[in-house]
């Protein structure tokens, strides 16, 4: 099923962890329809400012998928709202702050990125429409614990 041009629905619900463990990762209905507004209006208008393919390193997690890979209980990627994303050649950093300047969101998160590494970390995004707060964080690991500051801090 192809939601826009370039995103379908089984690149969105693609898990290496459900495959690796023989694990269902099928979405139902209602989570299609917010995966494709995810790739309508993020994941599509990204595609086609950067010009280039957007790697979707996870979209949609069942709930047991989820909880395999250590996921929030409450992650927006088990209602198919977010994606966590990375563009070859393109600075995470760039990518986050393009999306929070350009684009309606829920959240983007700059996830471990590391400065003077442009390919560090990934971006988590994520759309919901009944709650577009356009909330920026910058997740960082201090004394072994993620912690989640206000801001893309690079």
């Known amino acids: 099923m192809n939601f ?8 969105l619900t693609k898990s290496e962890a459900a495959l690796r463990h023989d694990m269902d990762n099928s979405p139902p209905q ?11 209006h993020v994941l599509q208008p990204v595609r086609d400012h950067f ?7 996870s979209g949609y997690r069942s709930p047991d998928v989820n909880a395999k890979v250590g996921g929030s209980r409450t992650s927006d990627h088990c209602r198919g709202m977010a994606a ?12 986050a702050e393009w999306i929070s300047e350009n684009l309606p969101f ?3 998160i700059l996830e471990f990125y590391t400065p003077g590494i442009p390919d560090s970390g990934w971006v988590h995004v ?12 910058t997740a960082t690991k201090q004394d072994g614990k993620t912690v989640y500051l206000q801001g893309l801090v690079a």
């Open 4 to 11: 826009t041009k370039n995103f379908t629905l089984s690149e």
């Open 30 to 40: 209602d989570v299609i329809s917010n995966l494709q507004a995810l790739a309508v």
């Open 51 to 57: 010009v280039r393919g957007v790697k979707v390193n």
């Open 84 to 95: 966590d994303i990375e563009i070859p050649g393109v600075p995470n950093h760039e990518l």
């Open 106 to 108: 829920t959240q983007v």
């Open 126 to 137: 994520s759309y919901d429409p009944g709650n577009l707060k356009k909330q920026s964080l």
